[in-house]
């Protein structure tokens, strides 16, 4: 169904000539997937700038039937926040809610609205001496309501988990326009059902998050990055090990094959291999202190480094010797998957498996996927420390890329979330399902978490107008308006 042409003129005459963008050259950018894999349409973006000014367009688009997708910085990877290719649905844009309404550095808590960039956050909660601990490669577009929806992690899962530990409270409004209220940051609440973390990684499919009270760390005092060269993932876990049995400093620890830094290393300008010769596999490591008496992070990870090498764990390593080479280091790792597009088709797979198996699982699944798939080049990099791999199959070479996507993405990606299967893994570790994964979940998910994911979408979404083709499959059927 089209979305009837009165609802988009009362949502203008409400909301006024920057609430709602008809213009389709203005559309055009947020109807395509960060990926480029999804393309949508859409009548116009309806953009709120409060709370009530969202719960007035939920209301209406729900007396009139018509469909809503939540969107922010629309960094999504699995298409999640890309509208329907019929044009059935409204884009409802949160970007214009950008306020920070409070940094408590007492209570350890912000509470910040949906639209707010990830880096401004940062920034604000540095000014007063405190930092939000979630991090990503898209921090400067990546919004705090996408990032809740999706439930995201990024690099520093390893001590303080995924958005889901962060937010300590939410604001949203629910399908039938009303406002849930949730944003204090009590401790102990035994109110029965948790709908803070039921609409955390619930990918707009429940309602729309508006705000959400985030937790709040002391700020670094110091902190040192290092990289090395080693043998095997094994290796790398056994390093790992060994540094959290040493200390509690240790924040990031990512592990990168030397195919995907060489990668990075023929696509990105000006970057640099930071060791001497060859080394298999790599880890990015950082460490930090937050109080005064602290051992300094450098000497923490010199003493770890000079053990490891001395057994055998490590072949080299180096620690950054200033800011600008810590940024460094960690632009090498943010900028891989941007390097594998640059170097030619490839299917991406966000998947998680048990810790103690990633360093077995990232050697034989992709030597299961060439095997299997011929020419292909598979490779995995990621967060060793909470199981999460990136797992990239490249085309053959020459190929042409659409035409390989179209053919081989439905033969190769249910082979990879097989293989993840089997080990007792998650075909989505920080992405999310959105459209991507939507019929993956339903294959490989058992009856009860398929039924009770369905029944949750009904009881709360009965006309099925919040983010349809998302997260969950159900039937065609919507409410009479």
Partial sequence: MIPAASLIATLTER???????????????????????????SPAIVAPATTAEV????????????????????????????????????????????????????GNVAIAEAGVILSDLHDAAKAAGRRFPLTLGARGSATIGGLASTNAGGTQVLRFGTMRSLVAGIEAV??????????????KDNRGYDLTQLLVGAEGTLGVITAATLRLVPDVKARAVAWAGLATPDDALAVLRRMEAAT??????????????????????????PLDGCHAWHILVEAVTTGEGDTEPTAVLERLFVSAIADGLVADAVIAANEAQAEAFWRLRDSVSAAERASGPAL?????????????????A???????????????????GDGNVHFHVRAPAGVDGDRWYAEQAPLITPFVHDLVTAVGGSISAEHGIGQMKLHELERLSSPARLSALRSIKRALDPGQIMNPGKLV???????AP
């Fill in 473 to 479: 499959a159900l039937a065609p059927t919507r409410l």
């Fill in 174 to 187: 629910l399908p039938d326009g009303s406002v849930h209220d949730g944003l204090s940051a009590l401790k």
């Fill in 248 to 273: 509690d400093s240790i924040e990031s620890f990512e592990i990168i094959p030397d195919h995907s830094l060489g990668l990075v290393l023929a696509h990105v300008p000006g970057a640099r291999a």
């Fill in 55 to 106: 719960a007035m367009v939920v209301a209406l688009a729900g007396a009139a039937g018509v469909s809503l997708v939540p969107q922010g910085g629309n960094t999504s990877m699995v298409g999640g926040a890309t509208p329907p290719a019929d044009g059935s649905a409204l884009i409802l844009s949160l970007r214009r809610m950008t306020t920070i309404r409070q940094v408590d550095p007492i």
């Fill in 15 to 41: 909301l006024g000539p920057k609430g709602v963008i008809t213009d389709p050259h203005d559309i055009a950018p947020w109807l395509v997937d960060w990926r480029g894999r999804f393309h949508g349409k």
């Fill in 348 to 364: 991406q797979h966000d998947i998680s498996v048990p810790v103690a198996a990633m360093p077995r699982f990232m050697v034989s």
């Fill in 366 to 384: 992709a030597r299961a996927v060439e095997a299997r798939f011929a020419g292909t080049t598979a490779g995995a990099f990621g967060h060793l």
